[in-house]
C-alpha cells in the first residue's frame, strides 16, 4: 500500500517500532494523572501555583516524539532521483589446457591444479561475463557466458587431465573454440585468455591466429611449467605414462608459443605468474566499450519525521514550564 503511495522503507521490521507509540501515550497519561492527584493530595492550591493550561498536551507530544523517532529509524523514502552510471562490461573466455602433460608436477602441484587456481583468480577479478573452453586434440565449451562466477569456479574445480578422451594438444583448436563463444555475443566486445603448458601437436594454429587477428580479439597466455620437464602420472596412480615403445614420456613446458599467440594478437604473455599480483595489469584492464545507464535511487526523507520528532520533544520540554 505505501509502494503504491510512492512511500517505502528501509528496514520494516524497525517500523514495528511504531506500534509503541499508543502504549506509551497511555502509560504518559496516567502517569501525568497521578502526578497531578498527588499534587492535590499533599499540596495546598497557594502553594501549588499557577498551572499551565497546556501541560495536558505533553504525553501526546512525547508519544508523537517517539512515533516520529520510529518511523525515521525505519528509513522512509518517497519519489527517485535518476543517477548515470558508468561501467565497462566485457565478455571473457578461459581456454583451459586438459591434455595428460597437464597432470606433470613440477609446479609444486600438477599444472591443471595451479591452472585452475590462476583461473579462479581471474574470473573473481573480472568485471563482465566469463566462459569457459576446455582442450586437448579437440576442444569442449565447459560453461557459456555468464556472470555466476560461483558456478564458473565450481565448474573449473572439475577438470580433470585428459578428460576429453582426445590424447593429445591442439592449441589452435581450443582458440577457434574460444573465438566462436567470443562471437556468440556479437554486440560487446570480448577477449581470450589461454592456460597451458604451450605443447601443441595441432596443425590449425596458423588458421586460428589469422581468424582471431582478423575479427580483433585479443589473446593472452599463461604458460605453466617447467622448462626443465617433468614426468606425466597415470591417472590411475602405478606409475609415471610411457610411449608405445614402453618409454617414460617426458613433458615441458614451452613458453614460446603462447608468446607468439599473445604477441600477434595483441595480447599478453605470462609465465607462471605465481606472484601475488602478477596478474594486475590483465585483471585491471577491462577491454570494453564504456556503458553508461540510468540508475532509479529512492531518495532518502527520513529528516521529515526526525525534524517532527525534535519538534515535539522541545514544545514536550515548554509546556513543562509552569506545571505544577
Known sequence: MAEGLGLTFRSIPLLTLAALAPAAL????????????????????????????ARILRPY?????????????????AGFTILPLEERETNRVLAIDVSQSMAAEDVGASRLEVAKAIAKRIVEAH????????????AEVVSPLTTDDDAVSALLDSMQ??????????LGAGLLAAQRLVESDPGQKGDIIVISDGEDQGTRLDE?????????????????????GATIP?????????????????????????????????????????????????TAAAGGALRQKNVRVPVERYQWPLVLACLALLLGSFVNRGAE
Open 61 to 77: 507530544l512525547l508519544a508523537l516524539a517517539l512515533l516520529a523517532a520510529a518511523v525515521a529509524l525505519a528509513g522512509p523514502r
Open 127 to 138: 568485471p563482465g561475463r566469463t566462459g569457459v573452453v576446455m582442450f586437448e586434440a579437440g
Open 26 to 53: 497511555v502509560f504518559l497519561i496516567a502517569r501525568e494523572n497521578h502526578r497531578v492527584r498527588l499534587a492535590r493530595k499533599f499540596m495546598s492550591e497557594r502553594l501549588r501555583g499557577v498551572a499551565n493550561p
Open 208 to 228: 586460428a591466429i589469422a581468424r582471431l587477428k582478423a575479427r580483433g580479439i585479443s589473446v593472452s597466455t599463461i604458460a605453466i611449467g617447467s622448462p626443465s
Open 234 to 282: 597415470r591417472a590411475e596412480g602405478n606409475g609415471d605414462l610411457r610411449d608405445d615403445n614402453g618409454d617414460v614420456v617426458w613433458t615441458y613446458l614451452h613458453p614460446e608459443t603462447l608468446e607468439r599467440v599473445a604477441r600477434e594478437t595483441g595480447g599478453r604473455a605470462f609465465v607462471n605468474p605465481f606472484a601475488e599480483h602478477a596478474l594486475d595489469s590483465m
Open 161 to 170: 587431465p585428459g578428460e576429453l578422451s582426445q590424447p593429445g594438444s591442439d
